[in-house]
């Protein structure tokens, strides 16, 4: 009988029994139960880190009594017994209270449904409890994997709605935090845009990985108890399985492939605010973050910090060090626990970190300001379209780029020294620098020099793809759109799917138990 979700809990002995069910192993191989010392250090951290794991074992449970009920191997007045028992506990009823006392999740789980129903015995025919959470583990990942991506998509529309904002704001690019060439705010967000899409990509193959069931693996080799893996996987809603049952049980790159994509992805968003940090300062000023995504200091009264880019790039330093740590976990003998024992935690915290951080940059983009203005004014003093004039006098009068970009080095460091910027500058001062390089004048136009010089008509004249003149720009903005839209079908339709297929499997169970209370 199920007890009522108010009940209190049972509490368990060491070496206690119930319902045939040794807990902890007590009463088996064991003489005594666990010394307080592994209680308070490795049960206890290793139970920290698996509550996150719940519902997944809890579905695998229900998966593997369903498929050894229809196999005939649990006798059909147990079967029902046991899944009424699982079903409740799938609800986390108030009575129950996960101690580490009683060890990690899978026995914590194993003690309440002893405390109610004698079928308990039959929940471990054919299966170590690394395969429950092994399995809950993957059922876990593959949600978070989802939710990251929806973030990271969140924070690409941001980014492209961004740039189709600004696609004729001019700025200078920068290299080494120095003027490089015109450029337009548009073309230099979707600079993020494009990594972040192989992003998506890696986190859809990767989801593809994960989504494969270890279920029925035994420890090593399977079960002289028949599992029906294949039956299992599609109750779980896998989308095949891992065919080799030692590696399905104990392979560690799943866990590092994880932490791998989150990591890039993470990066990429971080080189962005790591920019934005740095044009938000007074020096800079090129952007400022809305009120919501700053922080005052408490005795600087001018202060505006730009908290949340110190968060980006903080948790990506954090999340950095974690990839290395599960890294060193899968360094161990072929079949060792903890090479996963410490991930079950990690790994699932590190995607909900790198969820808050994608989610909090889509917010930054959305709600922070560009100085366009300025931007434009610092452009037109500045020394950006250089290399447009060195290009122009290689086009124009066909002499070899080395040599132009020689004179015209000349040319910007006379002006810098007289605190002259590029449209001060003459042809006159053109043809000094040439005399001074080659020993003539240069025959460049009056004309070709001036638009040599024009921002407007440098940016316009980069034509080819990739680049950010109006036409190529276009292109990559609806490029982006239509990439983003896909990944988002394909995560909402992913996400449908697999709710449906664990929800069935509830309602199959409900369905099995029939009229038992």
């Not at 024992?341 to 922070?368: K, N, Q």
Request: hydrophobic content about 45%.
């Amino acid at each position: 009988m199920v007890t009522q979700a108010n009940e209190p809990p049972v509490p368990f002995p060491h070496g206690d029994t119930r319902g045939g069910a040794s807990v902890l192993g007590v009463g088996g191989r064991l003489a005594t139960g666990p010394s307080m010392e592994l209680v308070q250090t490795a049960f206890a951290r290793e139970l920290a880190d698996q509550h996150t794991l719940f519902k997944g074992m809890s579905l695998a449970d229900i998966a593997h009594t369903i498929t050894l009920l229809e196999g005939g191997i649990i006798p059909p007045a147990e079967g029902p017994l046991l899944l009424n028992a699982l079903l409740a506990l799938h609800r986390y009823p108030s009575d129950f209270i996960p101690v580490p006392e009683q060890g990690d999740m899978y026995t914590n789980r194993e003690a309440w449904l002893a405390a109610h129903t004698s079928a308990v015995g039959w929940l471990g025919a054919g299966r170590a409890r690394r395969e429950s959470t092994t399995t809950g583990f993957r059922i876990t990942l593959r949600a978070y994997l989802r939710a990251f991506a929806e973030a990271l998509i969140k924070s690409g529309i941001a980014l492209v709605e961004r740039a189709d904002e600004y696609k004729s704001a001019l700025m200078a690019d920068y290299t080494y935090l120095q003027p490089a060439q015109p450029t337009t705010f548009a073309h230099y967000l979707l600079t993020f845009v494009y990594p972040l899409l192989r992003d998506l990509e890696r986190i859809q193959q990767l989801h593809a990985r994960i989504n494969q069931s270890p279920a029925g693996c035994g420890s090593v080799n399977g079960s002289r108890i028949p599992q029906n893996r294949t039956r299992q996987a599609a109750l779980l809603g896998f989308n095949g399985l891992i065919p080799h049952a030692r590696d399905a049980m104990w392979q560690p790159d799943s866990a590092f492939e994880v932490l791998s994509v989150v990591v890039m992805a993470l990066v990429n968003l971080d080189r962005l605010a790591e920019d934005l940090q740095i044009f938000a300062t007074a020096e800079f000023n090129l952007v400022e973050l809305a009120d919501g995504h700053s922080r005052a200091s408490v005795i600087m009264p001018q202060k505006k910090n730009p908290y949340a880019l110190n968060y980006v790039r903080g948790a990506t330093n954090e999340l950095s060090g974690t990839l290395q740590a599960v890294a060193a976990f899968g360094r161990t003998p072929s079949g060792q626990v903890d090479n996963r024992v410490f991930a079950y935690g990690d790994v699932p915290r590190a995607l909900e970190t790198a969820t808050g951080v994608a989610t909090l940059m889509a917010g930054v983009i959305t709600g922070m300001s560009f100085n366009a203005t300025l931007a434009q004014t610092r452009l037109l003093q500045g020394f950006a379209t250089a290399t447009d004039l060195a290009e122009t006098i290689t086009l124009e009068t066909g002499l070899d780029f080395r040599t132009a970009h020689r004179i015209v080095g000349r040319l910007v460091r006379t002006a810098a020294h007289t605190s002259h910027s590029m449209r001060d500058l003459t042809l006159s001062d053109l043809d000094a620098a040439a005399q001074a390089i080659m020993g003539h004048s240069l025959s460049l136009s009056e004309e070709a020099f001036t638009q040599a010089l024009n921002p407007a008509t440098a940016i316009a004249a980069r034509q080819d793809i990739g680049c950010a003149a109006s036409e190529p720009l276009s292109v990559m903005l609806v490029e982006c759109h239509t990439a983003l839209d896909g990944y988002l079908a394909w995560c909402q339709q992913t996400s449908q799917h697999i709710v449906a297929v664990e929800e069935e499997l509830v309602r199959h169970a409900e369905r099995l138990c029939g009229g038992v209370s």
